[in-house]
T-cell receptor, first 114, second 110 residues
Framework: NAGVTQTPKFQVLKTGQSMTLQCAQD?????MSWYRQDPGMGLRLIHY???????DQGEVPNGYNVSRSTTEDFPLRLLSAAPSQTSVYFC?????????????FGPGTRLTVL | SQQGEEDPQALSIQEGENATMNCSYK?????LQWYRQNSGRGLVHLIL?????REKHSGRLRVTLDTSKKSSSLLITASRAADTASYFC??????????FGQGTRLTINP
């Protein structure tokens, strides 16, 4: 299993540009989440999904959109990039089947907005 | 706002010593998890302790949970250079929507 994969690894955007960060998992997990991590900080939840077709907002959703058309994929869209969105973005998946609650993280996407 | 707060923010010890990190949280939880993050990498799950458990072990890791004080501790025994990383506690009521603390940066000196 590849686990959780994210693309791209690095991205530089100009203010106002839009882009999509890709996330995929091959573990058949029902839950997927997007987090951002700013320097010296913990992770903050942007959006999450409890299954295909179901998404909800986390702590810092403004400026981001998500969709979950399949179990495997959970893309994060930046609508109009701003310098405040410069961060490292992590995608994670998890399952509650069998009482397993641990989250599996992707390697991250380092985004810089100029 | 972040639910968990780790203490200390940074910890530097000699190889072979034990490292203890603490986490405090604010609201009721179903479980508390600890994760490790090596520099520039994603987080890796270490251990989960449920709200009805008081102590849990996994290899050189020992986690305690005191729900009355809303606090948890992570003990790493016989530390190794490879344990150098940031450690985060995360709280939640299920498999999704975890809330992470700001982390403890642990440095193991040879």
């Amino acid at each position: 299993n590849a686990g959780v994969t994210q693309t791209p690894k690095f991205q530089v955007l100009k203010t106002g540009q839009s882009m999509t960060l890709q996330c995929a998992q091959d573990m058949n997990h029902e839950y997927m989440s997007w987090y951002r991590q700013d320097p010296g900080m913990g992770l903050r939840l942007i959006h999450y999904s409890v299954g295909a077709g179901i998404t909800d907002q986390g702590e810092v959703p403004n400026g981001y959109n998500v969709s979950r058309s399949t179990t495997e994929d959970f893309p994060l869209r930046l609508l109009s990039a701003a310098p405040s969105q410069t961060s490292v973005y992590f995608c994670a998946s998890s399952s509650q089947r069998g009482g397993q609650n641990e989250q599996f993280f992707g390697p991250g996407t380092r985004l810089t907005v100029l | 706002s972040q639910q968990g707060e780790e203490d200390p923010q940074a910890l530097s010890i000699q190889e072979g010593e034990n490292a203890t990190m603490n986490c405090s949280y604010k609201t009721s939880i179903n479980n508390l998890q600890w994760y490790r993050q090596n520099s520039g990498r994603g987080l890796v799950h270490l251990i989960l302790i449920r709200s009805n458990e008081r102590e849990k072990h996994s290899g050189r890791l020992r986690v305690t949970l005191d729900t009355s004080k809303k606090s948890s501790s992570l003990l790493i025994t016989a530390s190794r250079a490879a344990d150098t990383a940031s450690y985060f506690c995360a709280t939640g009521k299920g498999a999704q929507k975890l809330v992470f603390g700001q982390g403890t940066r642990l440095t193991i000196n040879p």
